[in-house]
């Protein structure tokens, strides 16, 4: 019976007139900000920025709708303006997908259940007496709303809508349970209306994979141009033109964030962080998308030649520079929309030009490069290019430097053993103070480590003597071997009879994160009986190795390799490739994958460098930089 309750809604709910107001009138008029979800509370009013997104998301011409953008400029206020609209002035059926149930269980609980209690006018018309009536599953006059997850293929099927939104589709997988892509599934479950509409919001991730950069690129490209209070020629707010003084205290740089502005490219005045309000509220969208037209590709920024935005028409629309019409995407079927728009243009008080150039300067100048990514994605909505170091095996050989003695000043040797199914593969190096280490001696130990000769061979190795160039005798002071994949049983019996020199290692699967302070190694101490382990964060130790070997001789951190170094360990230095892969609760995580083979060589330097790390933690050794002065 209540299938066919359904049924009866969404037909005699679709016998209705053509709503009397559009989606901004509504929003003016019926909106409220609820206090869960917004540090002001009260009747809603949008920001001039914000007014398109509300029209185009009621505008019969327009299929699709990719927003990139940032935190504090109010997408889900507009969102949930969008589906209260949908249910109170024209109702049909929507679905809403965010990137896992969980986080659709969220917004549910965060987003819907205020809207329809603070909101009279869209929670009177829910069907309340009904047994489906739950937290993701509404039903109304004309309609149905339903709010699932975007990661299994089930949560797409069985399912029409009018009306599709897919919030943070950057956080969705590529291809949803070997189904397809999230964003064509989503799309296919509209094809039944011809007015259907698609939005699609998100926060950017990493260049060239970006979901939502890709489809932005693929509209016509608006973005938010005000005017200049001086000359009043038009332009974006560009963070590039955002700029503060500087001056040196006492030889010290120091910013003068307090003096940050945005720098008119056309008169170069200065346009002060208090005209903001001013000139958001005389801006305009302005389409940037390139279009064809009298024989040549044209470019609206060049051009500078737009038709004038009127109460009927909410977008500067593309002009030709030869014959003035519209460009050819805004004469052909129903149009993609995609709007950009960033912190800069936020009235949100910790969106203040001195705020956002001051959390650049920290990133600028932080040693991690997630510092960078959160900036660009959170603030700027933009995706971050991720600048993997690309290195040559064969160049790295031949930078190699002959040298047979351990350096006077060596701080400690290190020994290194990467364990596999049928041999042993070690590395031993000195390091010196600024962690400056220099590659000894690289072999492997070939047999089963089932076999007691193999662990025999390594003990003998890890005992050698090593000669100074002052003349000293000096040994390895710790050997750091794997545990985890091979052998794991053997390499336990042979390190619990040699604790005084040997440690077992283990690649972490908590790797640092949106929190890169942590260390690349931490010691978990063993429980009664058993063995003390090192856990590597292999990600963020591989990142600073093959950042390393891009230094110049000489600088804090390089590393020197002798002769005993072949081409194969080389090969083996280089090769791995960074990827970025979506993890189990919606992140882009960065993460190494091998390109040949044979790897060990990386592996065996990401534990050299989490071993003295985890060293220098423990008080053990010192490779501090000493001070000159």
């Not at 302005?286 to 030649?305: A, H, I, L, S, V």
Request: aromatic residues 12%; contains cysteine.
């Amino acid at each position: 019976m209540i299938k066919n309750d359904k049924l009866l809604f969404q037909i005699f709910g679709s016998l209705k007139p053509k709503p009397k107001l559009n989606g901004l009138e509504w929003a003016k008029k019926y909106g409220y900000l609820s206090a869960e979800n917004s540090a002001i509370t009260g009747r809603f009013k949008p920001y001039k920025y914000q007014e398109a997104l509300l029209l185009s998301g009621t505008d019969e011409d327009v299929a699709e709708i990719w927003h990139p953008k940032s935190a504090r400029v109010g997408y889900t206020k507009i969102l949930n303006m969008l589906v209260g609209y949908h249910i109170a002035e024209a109702p049909c059926p929507q679905l809403m997908f965010n990137p896992n149930d969980k986080k659709a269980n969220e917004w549910s609980k965060k987003e819907l259940k205020p809207l329809l209690r603070d909101m009279p006018i869209v929670g009177e018309k829910i069907v309340r007496s009904r047994q489906d009536d739950t937290v993701n599953f509404k039903v109304y006059p004309g309609g149905v709303f339903e709010s699932r997850g975007g990661n299994a293929a089930a949560n797409y099927a069985a399912a029409t809508a009018k009306r599709v939104n897919l919030d943070e589709v950057d956080r969705f997988p590529d291809d949803v349970d070997g189904e397809g892509s999230p964003i064509e599934l989503a799309i296919k479950r509209t094809a039944t209306f011809w007015d259907s509409q698609a939005i699609f919001g998100s926060t950017p991730t990493i260049t060239g994979i970006s979901k939502i950069e890709e489809g932005f690129k693929k509209t016509d490209m608006c973005y938010f141009y005000v005017p200049c209070p001086h000359c009043d020629q038009f332009q974006i707010i560009d963070f590039k033109n955002i700029i503060w003084d500087k001056e040196f205290r006492q030889g010290v740089l120091t910013h003068l964030f307090q003096t940050a502005h945005l720098k008119c490219i056309h008169c170069e005045d200065k346009i002060l962080h208090k005209s903001k309000k001013s000139i958001t509220n005389q801006g305009e969208w302005r389409q940037t998308q390139k279009f064809f037209c009298c024989g040549e590709w044209q470019d609206p920024k060049e051009n500078n030649n737009w038709d004038k935005v009127t109460d009927e028409k909410y977008i500067a629309e593309a002009l030709c520079k030869t014959c003035n019409k519209t460009a050819e995407y805004n004469r052909n079927g129903r149009k993609k929309r995609g709007f950009h728009v960033w912190a800069g243009y936020s009235l949100s008080p910790d969106a203040d030009w001195s705020n956002i150039a001051e959390v650049f300067v920290e990133a600028n100048t932080s040693t991690s490069r997630n510092k960078m990514k959160v900036f660009r994605n959170v603030w700027l909505g933009e995706s971050y290019e991720d600048k993997t170091i690309k290195l040559d095996g064969d160049d790295l050989y031949n930078q190699r430097e002959d040298y047979t003695l351990v350096s006077r000043d060596v701080v400690v040797l290190i020994m290194t053993v990467d364990t596999q199914d049928t041999w042993l593969a070690y590395e031993i190096k000195e390091w010196k103070a600024g962690e400056i280490s220099r590659g000894l001696v690289y072999g492997n130990i070939l047999g089963d480590p089932m076999n007691k000769s193999v662990w025999d061979e390594l003990k003998k190795i890890s005992e050698q003597d090593f000669e100074t160039e002052d003349g000293r005798i000096v040994k390895v002071f710790k050997v750091f071997i794997d545990l985890a994949g091979h052998k794991t049983d053997h390499v336990k019996n042979f390190v619990r009879g040699n604790q005084d020199r040997f440690v077992m290692l283990k690649g972490s699967s908590n790797e640092p994160k949106d929190n890169d302070a942590r260390p690349i190694a931490t010691l978990k101490m063993p429980k009664k009986g058993d063995l003390p382990i090192m856990f590597v964060a292999t990600t963020k130790a591989k990142d600073t190795i093959y950042e390393r070997l891009t230094l110049k001789k000489g600088d804090y951190g390089y590393m020197y390799y002798n002769m005993n170094f072949d081409l194969e360990w080389f090969a083996q230095l280089t090769a791995e490739k960074v990827v970025f892969k979506l993890s189990a609760k919606g992140y882009m995580e960065r993460t190494y994958v091998k390109r040949r083979e044979r790897n060990e060589a990386i592996d065996l330097e990401a534990y050299q460098l989490a071993a003295v790390r985890l060293l220098q933690d423990m008080g053990l050794i010192d490779l501090a930089i000493p001070d000159t002065e």
